[in-house]
């Protein structure tokens, strides 16, 4: 019988810190930018009120769709760590998981977020929403991820 080494890659490594990276921009940075008012990333997932201008309040629900993409990008960083040395076929796996992550991610602006928002005071003029700089960066690092998860499934053969 031969003996596998569970190591841990420079590559699983990397994946585990990009994807604290994600999972930390996602809530400290704005998801969406409304007539360039910026709306945080706490705000769109937990709710709150911002202000668009003196006579119009936007007000944010708690979002349960973007709350589980958020917990579901730890999720995987955290299981392609700890299940994929010991299972090569894991990092197929969390490439797939990673991929739908993105592009849900870089879908969070449009219907998403507006199924969430109760319009306070007046018109919101809500047409002018811009995707923020959270999504962005969790959805490139989630593709990064995607591909370590395959460099590595490719490395692991060859060891």
């Given at each position: 019988?031969?003996?596998?080494?569970?190591k841990?890659?420079?590559?699983v490594?990397?994946t585990l810190i990009?994807t604290i990276?994600?999972?930390?921009?996602?809530?400290l940075?704005?998801t969406?930018?409304?007539?360039?008012?910026p709306?945080?990333?706490?705000?769109t997932?937990?709710?709150?009120?911002?202000?668009?201008?003196?006579?119009?309040?936007l007000?944010?629900?708690?979002?349960?769709?973007?709350?589980?993409?958020?917990?579901l990008?730890l999720?995987?960083?955290?299981?392609t760590?700890?299940?994929?040395p010991?299972?090569?076929?894991y990092?197929?796996?969390?490439?797939?998981?990673?991929?739908?992550?993105?592009?849900?991610?870089?879908?969070?602006?449009?219907?998403?977020?507006k199924?969430s928002?109760?319009v306070?005071?007046?018109?919101?003029?809500l047409?002018?929403m811009?995707?923020?700089?959270?999504?962005?960066?969790?959805?490139?690092?989630?593709?990064i991820?995607?591909?370590?998860s395959?460099?590595e499934?490719?490395v692991?053969k060859?060891r």
């Amino acid at each position: 019988m031969v003996k596998q080494s569970n190591k841990k890659s420079i590559f699983v490594m990397l994946t585990l810190i990009l994807t604290i990276i994600s999972f930390l921009v996602l809530v400290l940075t704005p998801t969406i930018f409304i007539r360039s008012t910026p709306v945080w990333g706490w705000t769109t997932i937990f709710g709150g009120k911002v202000s668009l201008s003196n006579t119009n309040l936007l007000e944010f629900n708690f979002n349960w769709t973007i709350y589980i993409i958020w917990l579901l990008i730890l999720i995987a960083g955290i299981s392609t760590y700890c299940i994929g040395p010991k299972s090569r076929g894991y990092y197929i796996f969390s490439a797939i998981v990673q991929i739908l992550l993105a592009i849900f991610i870089f879908t969070i602006g449009s219907s998403w977020l507006k199924t969430s928002w109760i319009v306070g005071q007046g018109p919101a003029n809500l047409e002018r929403m811009v995707l923020g700089v959270g999504p962005w960066v969790s959805g490139i690092l989630a593709v990064i991820n995607a591909l370590l998860s395959i460099v590595e499934f490719r490395v692991v053969k060859l060891r």
